[in-house]
């Protein structure tokens, strides 16, 4: 069955540090994204990308970077300039029209 | 900028019928979704409008008036298992610009 894989579900990152993660998908499709999801806040972009080798800033994009370097894959690195790395990230894609995505797990991130 | 308004939170009884409301502001609107959201998992898509009118299936229908800047979503025979939070976002604006609510917290009670 296709799908999206996020991994880790959970990840625990010490202040300083950057963590990456993974986003997989198996679905073909083009575009992909990331989503930060805080309580009592709607889903935040973060980043997208549309084809391999391109990626674009969504609203909140200071302090993670993404790569593009396959279709299936498209990971996100919280750096140690992302202020409150602690939330859950979503990574979705979509074959054609934005908003009809399809979400991974997600990972829930905490600096500990 | 965009405003999407849902309430955030509502109860209702099992079988019963609930209607979720979503009202936004924005320019250049191209569609609006709703997802659902179980605690602690991924958002699952529910439905797409474009246009003006209600959109069934199943027991979900989702309805949209452009002119008003208005959606809602009603969930028919209620079970235990749409205990949810019910997300509303909209497509507008610039090339992949969708705007997520915050949100609507269904609690499904006996």
């Known amino acids: 069955d296709g799908g999206i894989t996020q991994s880790p579900k959970y990840l625990f990152r010490k202040e300083g540090q950057n963590v990456t993660l993974s986003c997989e998908q198996n679905l073909n499709h083009d575009a992909m994204y990331w989503y930060r999801q805080d309580p009592g806040q709607g889903l935040r972009l973060i980043y997208y990308s549309q084809i391999v080798n391109d990626f674009q800033k969504g609203d909140i994009a200071e302090g993670y970077s993404v790569s593009r370097e396959k279709k299936e894959s498209f990971p996100l690195t919280v750096t140690s300039a992302q202020k409150n790395p602690t939330a859950f990230y979503l990574c979705a894609s979509s074959i054609r029209i934005a908003g009809v995505y399809t979400f991974g797990s997600g990972t829930r991130l905490t600096v500990v | 900028g965009q405003n999407i308004d849902q309430p955030t939170e509502m109860t209702a009884t099992e079988g019963a019928i609930v209607q979720i409301n979503c009202t936004y502001q924005t320019s250049g609107f191209n569609g609006l979704f709703w997802y659902q959201q179980h605690a602690g998992e991924a958002p699952t898509f529910l439905s797409y409008?474009?246009?003006?009118g209600l959109e069934e299936k199943g027991r979900f229908s989702s309805f949209l008036s452009r002119s008003k800047g208005y959606s809602y979503l009603l969930l028919k025979e209620l079970q235990m298992k749409d205990s949810a939070s019910y997300l509303c976002?909209?497509?507008?604006?610039?090339?992949?610009?969708?705007?997520f609510g915050t949100g609507t917290k269904l609690q499904v009670i006996p």
């Open positions: 409008n474009v246009l003006d």
């Open positions: 976002a909209v497509y507008s604006g610039g090339y992949q610009k969708v705007t």
